[in-house]
């Protein structure tokens, strides 16, 4: 099997990744640990010796750590990740420690410190432990540390979580307005298919038409993660939507990909970069319900930037209160934008097809303002394949 040529404005693109100032590596479950669940030293040392060839030019780096949960599995008696969440918790509660002093003594011979920084959602959506996260981390970088960022599974709830340490390496790029994010598994590349029956790599996406026809789906070996190929092509296509590269190989090939050698799939940057309350609407909020608009609507609100109405507003589904998350799909159920809604579901039906104008003089002075504010609102690119 023959690997795609890669032009020389790809290669170029593609050494942003290696030339970053800062860069977020993320590092799989399956790639750290053995088969029964333990932390692999060797794998664990060779991705250490790989990181600090990048730190040695100059380049800061965070890397989001998976292995927790896993690292903890044998010391409890373990024999397999747990489904429930309590039983989650305290895997991680002992693993988390455990990880961080296996990182601790692959960073020391070169004098490096290990420090570690456990998130939860919250950390990325309310101001202030936002701006106290980012705090703690352009600090531990001036000292020349390198964070270990995980998600906080010892006390995260369901209603809390991330939901795979993919995502959370794509909101941490954000965070840190990083130039780069690096996602490392068991897969050297995306492929079009199964490389078994003849899938080929995919050498750079550039937009959603790169991605039609590609077979998603793999996941890790030995059942030690919660992730796959899907979450790793939608955790590059936000860090790439927000305006930051990406590119996804596997930990075996960290060493050719830092030392500039074209390994792997790159995503090129499109997007502009948001900040944290932005990626959070657009990525992670848990919507109560959905708008669905009129065509004029979506050319308003979508192409022209304005607030959302009630006017263009067909139908209301969900039950949600004012300041609640939701969608905003167009007349064909194709999800548009997300935002932050300015009146409760019980409110609206009465409301719809309405002129603001129409509203205040029946209803109040209060009932001029939008549905949705154009300011607390995100645009979702229509994604295919």
Do not use: C
């Not at 705090?135 to 390198?146: H, M, N, P, T, Y």
């Not at 307005?177 to 690096?182: F, K, M, Q, T, Y």
């Not at 070996?221 to 899907?230: D, E, F, H, N």
């Amino acid at each position: 099997m023959s690997t795609p040529r890669l032009t020389q404005s790809v290669i170029t693109e593609r050494s942003e990744i290696t030339r970053a100032r800062r860069l977020v590596v993320k590092v799989g479950s399956s790639s750290l640990t053995t088969l029964d669940g333990g932390i692999s030293v060797d794998a664990l040392n060779r991705l250490v010796d790989a990181l600090q060839l990048l730190r040695s030019r100059g380049t800061q780096i965070v890397l989001v750590s998976s292995g927790a949960i896993a690292a903890g599995l044998a010391p409890l008696g373990l024999e397999r990740r747990p489904h429930d969440l309590a039983t989650q918790q305290a895997a991680a509660a002992v693993g988390q420690g455990l990880l961080l002093a296996h990182y601790n003594r692959a960073f020391a011979p070169y004098r490096t410190t290990v420090s570690q920084v456990l998130l939860t959602v919250e950390d990325l959506i309310r101001r202030t432990h936002y701006t106290n996260a980012l705090r703690a981390i352009e600090k531990l970088l001036s000292l020349g540390s390198v964070p270990v960022v995980n998600e906080n599974d010892a006390v995260a709830t369901h209603e809390i979580r991330f939901g795979d340490n993919d995502r959370l390496a794509a909101l941490t790029a954000n965070l840190i307005r990083a130039d780069g994010l690096v996602l490392l598994s068991d897969v050297d590349a995306l492929y079009d298919g199964p490389p078994e029956q003849g899938g080929r790599p995919v050498p750079t996406v550039r937009g959603p038409e790169d991605l039609e026809g590609v077979t998603l789906g793999r996941r890790g070996k030995a059942g030690v993660g919660t992730g796959g190929m899907v979450t790793k092509v939608e955790a590059a296509q936000i860090t790439a939507g927000n305006g930051i590269p990406a590119m996804l190989t596997s930990a075996a090939q960290a060493p050719r990909l830092f030392a500039g050698e074209d390994v792997g799939t790159y995503f090129v940057a499109q997007g502009r970069r948001r900040g944290a309350r932005s990626a959070w609407l657009a990525h992670l909020a848990h919507v109560k319900g959905r708008l669905t608009i009129d065509d004029g609507a979506v050319a308003a609100v979508v192409d022209g930037r304005r607030s959302l109405l009630p006017a263009g507003i067909l139908r209301v589904s969900g039950e949600f209160e004012a300041s609640d998350p939701v969608e905003i799909a167009d007349p064909r159920g194709v999800v548009r934008a997300r935002g932050l809604v300015g009146y409760a579901s019980t409110e609206l039906p009465g409301m719809l097809g309405r002129s603001t104008a129409d509203l205040g003089r029946d209803m109040g002075t209060d009932y001029e303002r939008p549905v949705v504010h154009t300011d607390d609102m995100v645009r979702v690119p229509v994604l295919g394949g």
